[in-house]
């Protein structure tokens, strides 16, 4: 099975060449890494020359705002020219452990969309995260399933996918059709991602022993600094679905005065 490694990035350098050594010491290698600089000229250069080589597209900004969806399609779409089978997904701050291209691959089925363990890691000691202590220094998220390794959890909630560390089969991203262009910025766009692969018949596996570690940076809770992407996008996201997104964000940008709710159209925005 020929894997593509897919990550899309704006800035987050030093996050990406971590990634991109986890993925040269992985029990396997990907045959393509492919790399989506958004607004991002000096990705091809930063990582030109390294282990595994890079395909790097370069992709402009949307209206002023990070094209993630379009991003992922777009990565998508090179590894498919050329002749991925599994398409594996990271989040650009997320380092792959030793077994998990290898364990995508194992348990990899037309109709499945996968997803390891994450977990995040605590802030990096002076002399930057050491890729064979990374297990040790935090366990899986506890919001989401953890799968002992070996273990797979089929039949998974897919309101609860998230796009950090993923796959498919090139056949089911064919199925699903990527991702939702509509969405523009922070927000939204993965959880329209498995709700359209639910319709499509598309099951969530949870899948032990393909762990990811999620490198540490500062990062606001809620993340008021996409209050705009998340108003927006989650209104375009009840619109196809008839539901809201993200509700817990959205709900403690009320209790902080920034966004109001209106039951009777069942709507929210920007106070």
């Known amino acids: 099975m020929r894997t593509a490694v897919i990550t899309i990035a704006a800035g987050r350098h030093r996050h990406l060449l971590l990634q991109q050594d986890g993925l040269s010491r992985g029990a396997r290698t990907p045959d393509q890494y492919v790399i989506v600089a958004m607004d991002d000229p000096d990705i091809g250069p930063l990582t030109a020359g390294r282990r595994p080589p890079p395909c790097v597209l370069d992709l402009p900004l949307a209206e002023g705002g990070l094209p993630l969806a379009a991003a992922r399609n777009a990565g998508a779409a ?3 020219e050329g002749g991925a089978d599994l398409l594996v997904f990271l989040d650009v701050d997320c380092v792959p452990g030793p077994t998990l291209l290898d364990r995508y691959a194992q348990v990899a089925e037309d109709g499945a969309l996968l997803c390891g363990t994450v977990a995040y890691l605590p802030p990096a000691p002076p002399g930057g995260y050491g890729l064979d202590a990374l297990a040790d220094l935090a366990p899986p998220h506890p919001a989401r399933p953890a799968p002992a390794d070996g273990e797979l959890r ?4 897919p309101r609860l996918f998230w796009s950090l560390s993923f796959a498919l089969t090139a056949a089911t ?8 262009e509509s969405y523009a910025g922070y927000g939204g766009e993965d959880t329209d ?5 639910a319709r499509q018949g598309v099951d969530l596996w949870w899948v032990g022993g393909a762990p990811a570690y999620h490198q540490h940076h500062p ?3 809620p993340p008021v600094q996409h209050l705009d992407d998340i108003l927006r996008n989650g ?5 196809r679905w008839g539901t809201w997104p993200m509700l817990g964000w959205l709900r403690a940008f009320e209790a902080l005065g920034l966004a109001v709710h209106d039951p009777a159209a069942d709507t929210w925005r920007k106070r």
């Open 173 to 180: 991203w064919s199925r699903v059709g990527g991702f939702c």
């Open 154 to 157: 089929r039949g998974g909630d």
């Open 193 to 197: 991602f498995s709700a359209t692969a």
């Open 235 to 239: 209104a375009l996201y009840k619109r």
């Open 219 to 221: 990062t606001h809770d």
């Open 78 to 80: 090179r590894a498919l």
